[in-house]
């Protein structure tokens, strides 16, 4: 069934990212083990303030990283369902 309830066939597209979406994600994902990383090791190594810089700015990226893909996600699905607004 199509959107307007005939008997015809829909057809389902799907959108591929495109590279410079995946080259993003992949920058995103080296910062956030990277800062994951130097927060361990600095609490660790008993400094704890670079340890807070560190954990407090993997949980920004890790924040933005979330939001992003929720955003994103939403977008789809409206396309999807044809609820462009």
């Given amino acids: ?4 309830g ?8 799907h959108n591929r990212r495109s590279w410079l979406v995946w080259i ?3 920058v995103w994902l080296f910062f956030e083990i990277f800062f994951m990383q130097n927060a361990v090791a600095s609490g660790k190594e008993n ?13 920004i990226l890790l924040l933005g ?8 996600r939403i977008n789809q699905l409206n396309q999807l369902s044809g609820q462009d607004d």
């Avoid at 005939?6 to 597209?13: H, L, N, R």
């Avoid at 400094?47 to 949980?59: G, N, Q």
């Fill in 1 to 4: 069934m199509d959107k307007q």
């Fill in 6 to 13: 005939g008997s015809g066939t829909q057809q389902v597209v």
């Fill in 24 to 26: 993003a994600w992949s």
């Fill in 47 to 59: 400094e704890p303030r670079a340890a807070t810089l560190f954990w407090i700015i993997f949980s």
């Fill in 65 to 72: 990283g979330v939001i992003t893909f929720v955003i994103r």
